[in-house]
């Protein structure tokens, strides 16, 4: 078993038993592989979150007796976005389910001895294989605030229930992103890793050992840049689908602070703690976008800054030799040729998503804004006057 999957492999555990990854490690061959198992696991997981889409809608349409149009309208976009997100990841892991299988054995399966021993000698640190949760003791703890909220916030027990079914997707949400920062990071460390097999070549004395360390760089550089497809392939589709939520529910967290504090009747103290709580942990959803647009757009960074290196990379041991002409095909290849982690392909996932998202929810907010005051003045016209189909008459 290699040291990254044994540092991460609780947080693959779980992903494969919600079907994140349609895959698990096989003990005897050393592998993923997909199986029965996973069918299973598959299966039932669209069974139990086909059952919760029922109840959603049935929630709503209780709502629609009581809440304005406008909220109705929002819980029903929000709502619907989360029932699709599982089925959304649940699809994509069927469909790229070879390209998983694929990308977990090069990340996870199989360890390269020679760049970890190479980032040892760099570092002067001893191999580190502490098991890492992956980010799954602040998704407990993000669960135990959201259950807080419902012991102290609501009273109503089917909107306890509809809360934990939404907790639950939203711990998919988290995970899913997770399992692609963790993806995503390994590669900068490949990449690093790779830099680091470059500066200490010249401490290498024979011409023979310099060409096998180009070799081996060129080849580990090509293989780990490849990947960056295959973690687009695999994670693109609910990666987008994540932004799009994180997008909403931002922008439901900000016009529920617009309903709240506009100053038509005053807040009891009570509901506004309730409104600060709901407010602080919906920040959770702006972390998890940034941290998801600082990883990528480091790990960007870090593969062209590895590329870049063997532009000063000037040996007169390999003047004449394969491994010069090696590295001049291999500028001339990659420099020209940047691969980015994308999102289908709409836009790149780096720091300008963190201003795209911020734009976008500005922008819907100050539309249903719009929405409510044209709600407003409607209801306020129906109390004055008399519609019909083409003249208004004031009532008497």
Aim: proline share 1%; aromatic share 12%; hydrophobic share 50%.
């Amino acid at each position: 078993m290699s040291n990254l999957l044994k540092r991460y492999r609780l947080l693959l555990a779980v992903a494969s038993i919600g079907y994140l990854i349609p895959c698990s490690y096989n003990i005897r061959t050393g592998l993923f592989d997909c199986s029965y198992r996973n069918t299973l696991v598959c299966v039932c997981n669209v069974v139990f979150f086909g059952g919760f889409v029922w109840y959603d809608f049935g929630m709503i349409l209780k709502f629609y007796a009581t809440l304005p149009i406008v909220l109705v309208g929002i819980l029903t976009v929000d709502v619907t976005v989360y029932n699709l997100l599982i089925f959304c990841i649940i699809i994509n892991a069927v469909y790229n389910r070879d390209c998983f299988v694929q990308l977990l054995n090069s990340l996870f399966a199989r360890d390269d001895w020679m760049l970890e021993s190479v980032a040892m000698q760099g570092s002067s640190q001893q191999r580190r294989s502490t098991q890492s949760t992956g980010g799954l003791v602040c998704l407990i703890v993000l669960v135990l605030l959201y259950a807080m909220y419902n012991a102290l916030f609501v009273n109503d027990h089917s909107m306890v229930l509809m809360d934990m079914i939404i907790l639950l997707r939203f711990c998919f949400m988290f995970l899913i992103l997770e399992l692609y920062r963790v993806c995503v990071r390994i590669i900068r460390k490949r990449m690093k890793q790779l830099q680091v097999l470059l500066t200490q070549m010249e401490e290498i004395n024979t011409t023979a050992c310099v060409e096998h360390v180009v070799h081996v760089f060129l080849d580990r550089f090509q293989r780990y840049y490849l990947l960056i497809d295959s973690v687009n392939k695999c994670f693109s589709v609910p990666v987008t689908h994540t932004l799009l939520l994180i997008v909403l529910e931002r922008t439901v967290a900000a016009y529920d602070v617009f309903e709240n504090l506009r100053g038509e009747s005053k807040m009891i103290l009570w509901d506004f703690y309730r409104l600060l709580y709901r407010q602080v942990w919906e920040i959770t959803y702006i972390v998890l976008m940034v941290l998801l647009a600082i990883n990528c757009n480091a790990t960007s960074l870090q593969v062209e800054e590895t590329a870049l290196c063997t532009r000063h990379f000037d040996d007169y041991r390999l003047q004449n030799t394969r491994a010069a002409k090696q590295i001049q095909n291999f500028l001339l290849k990659n420099l020209h040729q940047k691969k980015k982690f994308s999102a289908c392909g709409f836009f790149d996932i780096d720091n300008t998503v963190i201003y795209m998202v911020f734009s976008s929810i500005v922008t819907y907010l100050v539309i249903l804004i719009q929405f409510k005051q044209l709600e407003t003045d409607l209801t306020q016209a129906g109390d004055g006057y008399n519609v019909t189909s083409n003249v208004s008459t004031v009532q008497p």
